[in-house]
């Protein structure tokens, strides 16, 4: 039971809560202790079992603190067993439907009897939901689209998922005598934003004891294939997990064929045929032409390279490269001219330009978050609390932004040690003016704009929109541009390169957005900007302390991108910053 899992638990009894028809309150605490326990960084089994004291957790009182114990201690909950009896627990699904909610939710069920995500798509296709009060034929084709997007998207997991399931699971492994040495490759280790299924490969003269182990980890739901050196394993999340298990020498080679990606693969073995080599998981041999000989034997022909990754490259006479840039994305050329991209690394980040704090929707005081940014040895930050726009953010009026600013003060006459940027993230209006006066703008050290609203404007005005906002003379960064949501929301419809056209010619920085949710601009379009000359910043867009850690999935997602230090502005010095944002 990792905290994902728990995290869930207590989201799926929320929305039944609702569907019920719940107070708020009690509602609002499951969605808040979800929220609290999927951003926590240490696993809540480990608290439970060392007997930590769970109330101590933001969100979590003593009913909640007593239901984690009970779901780590049994891997069920008692609550949701109870409420599942009064509603179908399928029609958890449903809520999250864009367009739907709890309150339709409850309305489909008990009017027209619908449980499934299937069954409701029936009664669409039939007109039937268009007909119920308060849907209508608009909402009916919405929820058709919602249904079309949902099943687009539902096959694979989020990164940051596939991390909280794969952590244990190889340190759980390495508890194994017989593994030699283990690692993950596939799209997870290539960091995609999102992972199909899990690869682990793994080292051992015993592969027995280690398919043994890796079967019976206790997440496992089914096992589907255990060989004497590959297996399979669907965990109860539903993530697969495929196993190979390779004798020493061909570690590296199996580690290259692994990782892929498949396109690659393909070219680095067309490499190796027109060298009278054949690349596979074995190693790399001298076929002297005869192909056959191996469709026998994987080890037919002289071995020639396999014991580690670098030499794989080294015999189709490349450099070995970064795993987040194989993509066949001109990675094999760049590596024949010798001028593979030099990759920005986690180390290289000097501050985070966007965060929260409780002065809108953040969990943390700002003396609180700057804590958290001195302890990651950072330069500077920004403190970058939502505009008015916002309301149920508790965004700022021009009012409270001086407030806030006496107080930056106040803490920055204490803290010299980092630097506090004021700032803010200013909503972009549907008309593309911007949620805070120029005189107040002219004050700011760095403005970040974003759209939060409206999102399903025609692509035209979506994009004169965003044009309009970037264009305001005040703004230095567009933050989360497409402001796509990783499977749950699309992108928005809009010309992102004409944006990005316009964000060069203005100045203008691009974010991406390190969230895992987010990871916004994603890795093709930020190749894109730096092409167009653009910068890029990563920023976590934290709102507690903990997410500040959430750096590393924008640095990975930058590396996918080829960039390095120097196409990253909170990668410089602070002097060097702050005169890209005096413009
Ligand atoms: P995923 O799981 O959809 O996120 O993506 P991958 O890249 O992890 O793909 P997966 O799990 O199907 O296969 C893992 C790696 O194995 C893949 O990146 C490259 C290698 N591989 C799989 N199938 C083939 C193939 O047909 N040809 C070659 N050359 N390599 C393959
Ligand atoms: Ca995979
Ligand atoms: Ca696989
Ligand atoms: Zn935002």
């Known amino acids: 039971m990792e905290n994902i899992d728990i995290a869930r638990m207590f989201e799926d009894v929320a929305a039944l809560l609702e569907i019920q028809g719940a107070n708020p309150f009690r509602i609002r605490a499951y969605q808040n202790a979800a929220r609290t326990i999927e951003s926590h960084t240490t696993p809540l089994r480990k608290l439970v079992t060392e007997g930590a004291k769970l109330t101590d957790l933001p969100g979590v009182g003593k009913d909640i603190a007593g239901y984690i114990t009970e779901l780590v201690e049994t891997g069920e909950l008692g609550l949701f067993k109870e409420l599942t009896e009064k509603v179908p627990p399928s029609l958890i699904e449903l809520t ?29 296709n039939a007109g039937e939901v268009a007909d119920l009060e308060g849907f209508g034929a608009k909402s009916q084709q919405k929820i058709l689209e919602g249904i079309a997007a949902h099943r687009r998207r539902q096959a694979r997991f989020r990164i940051s998922d596939a991390d909280q399931y794969v952590e244990p699971l190889i340190a759980y492994m390495k508890e194994e005598k017989a593994v030699e040495r283990i690692e993950v490759a596939g799209s997870y280790r290539r960091r995609r934003e999102t992972v199909g299924d899990i690869d682990i490969l793994a080292i051992a003269s015993e592969p027995g004891q280690v398919m043994q182990r890796f079967t019976s980890y206790p997440d496992v739901s089914r096992v589907e294939l255990a060989g004497d050196t590959k297996g399979t394993v669907v965990l109860r ?23 892929g990606s498949k396109e690659h693969n393909v070219k680095l073995r067309k490499r190796a ?15 002297g032409g005869e192909e056959e000989a191996a469709a026998a034997d994987p080890y037919a022909g002289e071995f020639v390279a396999g014991w580690e990754e670098g030499e794989v490259y080294e015999a189709v006479e490349l450099a070995w490269m970064a795993p987040e840039l194989r993509e066949d994305r001109g990675e094999i050329e760049a590596a ?29 005081s700002i003396e609180e978050m700057l804590d958290g940014c001195v302890e990651r040895g950072y330069e500077y930050f920004a403190v970058t609390d939502h505009s008015k726009a916002l309301a149920m953010t508790g965004g ?47 004050q700011l050290d760095v403005v970040l704009v974003s759209v939060h609203s409206k999102f399903d404007l025609p692509a035209t005005k979506q994009t004169e ?39 060069a010619e203005c100045d203008v920085i691009v974010e991406l957005n390190a969230h895992p949710e987010r990871l916004d601009l994603r890795d093709t379009h930020l190749m894109r900007a730096r092409e167009l000359g653009l910068k890029v910043v990563i920023s976590t867009d934290a709102h507690r302390v903990a997410d500040l850690g959430l ?14 230090r120097d196409d ?9 910053l702050l005169t890209i944002f005096d413009k």
């Open 568 to 576: 990253v502005v909170n990668t410089y010095p602070l002097e060097k």
């Open 237 to 259: 999340s539903g993530l697969q997990v495929d196993l190979r298990i390779l004798p020493p020498q061909s570690y590296g080679a199996a580690l290259q064929y692994f990782t």
């Open 396 to 442: 700022l009026d021009a009012a409270k932004l001086r407030d806030q600013w006496v107080e930056i003060e106040e803490i920055a006459s204490r803290r010299p040690e980092i630097r506090v940027l004021r700032s803010m993230e200013v909503d972009i209006l549907a008309d593309g003016g911007l949620d805070l006066e120029d005189e107040m703008l002219a």
């Open 96 to 124: 999250r439907l864009p367009g739907v909610g709890a309150k339709k939710t409850k309305k489909l069920w008990e009017e027209l009897g619908i449980e499934t995500i299937d069954g409701l798509e029936r009664a669409a």
């Open 465 to 503: 929109r965003i044009l309009k906002a970037i264009q305001h003379p005040a703004v230095h960064i567009l933050a989360h541009p497409t402001g796509r949501l990783i499977n749950r929301r699309d992108p928005m419809e809009f010309d992102l390169d004409e944006v990005l056209q316009c964000a």
């Open 336 to 364: 024949e001219r010798g001028q593979l991209p030099d990759l920005i690394t986690l180390d290289d980040i000097r501050g985070d330009l966007q965060m929260h704090s409780t002065w809108s929707d953040g969990k943390h």
């Open 551 to 564: 750096m590393r999935y924008g640095v990975d997602q930058a590396r996918r991108a080829w960039l390095g």
């Open 273 to 287: 045929v027109a060298r009278d080599l054949r690349v596979s998981e074995y190693g790399v041999f001298l076929t």
